[in-house]
């Protein structure tokens, strides 16, 4: 029986052209985060099964790839639960592995600790276009700076990365979760239903502010809170700067501390003044981000190329505590890697500054001294910092020398035994 040459559903290959482009990308934001002073680390692949069920994951919980049990452990005769044949897993994002890596080396690490990491994550998820079973993330988290001066610096690292990378006109749409929990409360909502509300208000984009009323009512709230609620979002239609949160502010008035909105105000008007790449800041008070352990600003990427979040990220300061029995602040921003790639490669982006590349064909029959000088020619051209493939002629040489052209190679040099061909 033949074996299956296709990758398992959910996965890809990646062709030398998709590549190239992931390493000049990787290049590019590895250079850029190393100029706002994050430093790179790695974490394993599996983590323990009960860090990544510490409901610190939201949804994804649900999607993890478990790993059974090795060896003796391993017991499939008195096996009765599923905790009987797991306890690991793999990852399905890098925040829960970045958490564990600073509770286990917090002594050996500065503070504040500004981490980069970037590397593949699996989630048991339904494919499509933009996303894999398997996918890398690129993450940067500032961990033990409590003031917002880690939100300010993650928006302008981030931003400045997506500007070297070609992209502009994009948005940063950003929030505060005790907004959204001033606002729940202010329009009459038990505290206990608050991620119930947030769930429904996450589909705003999608339902608009009638579907969004709709379910709510569905889902068992008063009309008076519903309505309260939902007048809350009516009265900053179309203002998506600073102007739209002081009007949400004015209306909660005790319900939302002064500090929340000052501090909202000064990330988006402290990036607004020293930004480097063509973008928009929008204060955007339906922004929920599904992750749970979220506990103040929060923020998304948003591509007018790709119609949705291309990243995003926000602070929550009570996670590590949950590993080292006292909390530490700490806020993170993750670029969307693979819906960032799939754009540039729509876009048929060209890699800036690449060097000249070139291919030698060489006919069958060539060899000693000829050819050495022509290896030589090539090795001369490659000091010189250009790309030189040296290969033998095929008999269908118009087709191979169509490949080339596909894949870049401007310049081909045929070598012949007999130069008079």
């Known amino acids: 029986m033949a074996l299956i040459k296709k990758p398992v559903t959910g996965m890809k290959d990646i062709l030398p052209s998709e590549m190239q482009l992931r390493d000049y990308c990787i290049g590019v934001i590895k250079k850029t985060y190393a100029e706002f002073g994050f430093t790179s680390i790695e974490t394993p692949c599996v983590e323990s099964l009960a860090n990544l069920n510490s409901k610190q994951g939201g949804e994804n919980e649900k999607l993890i790839f478990k790993v059974m049990k090795r060896g003796e452990k391993l017991n499939l005769a008195t096996a009765k639960e599923e905790n009987d044949l797991t306890d690991s897993g793999l990852r399905y994002d890098l925040t829960v592995p970045l958490v564990r890596f600073y509770a286990n080396h917090a002594s050996e690490l500065p503070s504040p600790f500004k981490a980069l990491q970037m590397g593949n994550v699996w989630r048991a998820d339904r494919p499509q276009k933009g996303r894999y079973r398997q996918f ?22 981030t931003t400045t990365t997506l500007g070297r990378l070609g992209f502009k006109d994009f948005k940063i749409r950003i929030n505060e979760r005790r907004i959204l929990k001033a606002m729940a409360a202010y329009s009459g909502f038990p505290e206990e239903s608050y991620d119930d509300v947030f769930i429904t208000l996450d589909k705003m984009d999608k339902i608009g502010i009638d579907g969004v009323s709709e379910e709510l009512e569905k889902e068992g709230f008063e009309r008076a809170a519903i309505d309260k609620y939902l007048d809350l979002f009516r009265s900053v239609e179309g203002k998506t700067d600073i102007s739209g949160l002081k009007i949400i502010a004015e209306k909660l008035g005790d319900f939302l501390d002064t500090e929340v909105r000052e501090s909202l105000e000064e990330i988006i008007t402290s990036v607004d003044a020293t930004k480097t790449a063509q973008f928009e800041m929008v204060f955007d008070p339906t922004l929920v981000r599904g992750m749970s352990y979220y506990t103040g600003t929060i923020f998304e990427v948003s591509m007018p190329q790709y119609g949705g979040s291309c990243g995003g990220g926000g602070r929550y300061d009570k996670m590590v505590g949950k590993f080292l029995g006292q909390d530490t602040p700490a806020c993170g921003f993750s670029i969307g890697f693979e819906r960032i790639i799939m754009i540039m490669m729509d876009e048929g982006f060209k890699i800036p500054g690449e060097s000249k590349k070139q ?18 020619e090539a090795q001369k051209e490659r000091l010189e910092g250009n790309q030189v493939l040296v290969v033998r002629m095929n008999k269908n040489k118009k087709f191979q020398k169509q490949q080339l052209l596909e894949q870049g190679y401007e310049d081909v040099k045929e070598f012949y035994l007999n130069p008079l061909n």
């Open 136 to 157: 890398m993330q690129c993450d940067i988290d500032i961990l033990g700076e409590a003031t917002n001066l880690a939100e300010i610096e993650l928006i302008l690292a």
């Open 359 to 376: 291919a030698f064909l060489i006919e069958k029959g060539i060899k000693g001294e000829r050819l050495s000088e022509i290896i030589s």
